[in-house]
């Protein structure tokens, strides 16, 4: 999703680390206000007060958790918030801050990178979370992206695995197994556009 040539491309090393890291983070306001410094000095610095702090964290790697050929950068910048924050409300705690760090390869431009934290916004957005830091080095071997997420909650509200017990109830949301199936679509749509690259979407009874 990073091939348009008509799109513009503007070379990350234009920028330089900490030039790269100002121009992806301007946009990220404070909403928690236990965030006392985020992003601009060498550690975030967090006050939960009287609270428990959970922290939790995920790698995402090209070629192994997705494939950028059918997932569009901005999608990929939402998931990646959104994997940690689950594990954070699976221990029945509030998510409060982020961290996001990316190893990326030249092949990627800065729009590129633009369309990525443009998804991570819009997931702090929604739910409520502060992007305080993170780093960013190159990669040769694509995308790679880890993020940490951090919640509070008290003590005694705190689920952890061990505590399920017979006839709990279970809930869950979605259609289950339809990722699987959205995923089983998109790989049998790669494997024709690989056979034929400019084969196109018949949408004229869409228009």
């Given at each position: 999703m990073i091939e348009d040539k008509n799109q513009q491309r503007t070379s990350i090393s234009e920028l330089g680390?900490?030039?790269?890291?100002?121009?992806?983070?301007?946009?990220?306001?404070?909403?928690?206000?236990?965030?006392?410094?985020?992003?601009?000095?060498?550690?975030?610095?967090?006050?939960?007060?009287?609270?428990?702090?959970?922290?939790?964290?995920?790698?995402?790697?090209?070629?192994?958790h997705f494939d950028l050929s059918y997932m569009p950068l901005k999608h990929l910048g939402y998931k990646a918030i959104m994997v940690n924050l689950s594990d954070v409300y699976?221990?029945?705690?509030?998510?409060?801050?982020?961290?996001?760090?990316?190893?990326?390869?030249?092949?990627?431009?800065?729009?590129?990178?633009?369309?990525?934290?443009a998804g991570i916004d819009v997931a702090s957005k929604i739910?409520?979370?502060?992007?305080v830091g993170g780093d960013t080095t190159s990669s040769t071997t694509g995308l790679i992206i880890s993020v940490t997420a951090i919640g509070q909650?008290?003590?005694?509200?705190?689920?952890?695995?061990?505590?399920a017990k017979p006839n709990d109830l279970l809930v869950v949301t979605g259609d289950l197994g339809a990722a699987y199936m959205?995923?089983?679509?998109?790989?049998?749509?790669?494997?024709?556009?690989?056979?034929?690259?400019?084969n196109q979407p018949d949408l004229d009874l869409y228009t």
């Open positions: 680390e900490f030039g790269l890291i100002e121009h992806l983070t301007q946009h990220f306001e404070v909403k928690q206000t236990s965030t006392v410094k985020g992003i601009g000095d060498d550690a975030a610095v967090l006050d939960f007060k009287s609270k428990k702090v959970v922290v939790t964290t995920d790698l995402l790697i090209e070629h192994v699976a221990m029945n705690a509030e998510a409060t801050q982020v961290t996001v760090s990316i190893a990326v390869s030249n092949r990627f431009p800065l729009e590129a990178l633009e369309e990525l934290y739910y409520g979370i502060d992007v909650v008290d003590e005694k509200d705190v689920v952890y695995r061990n505590g959205g995923l089983q679509v998109l790989e049998r749509e790669k494997e024709v556009f690989k056979v034929n690259p400019n």
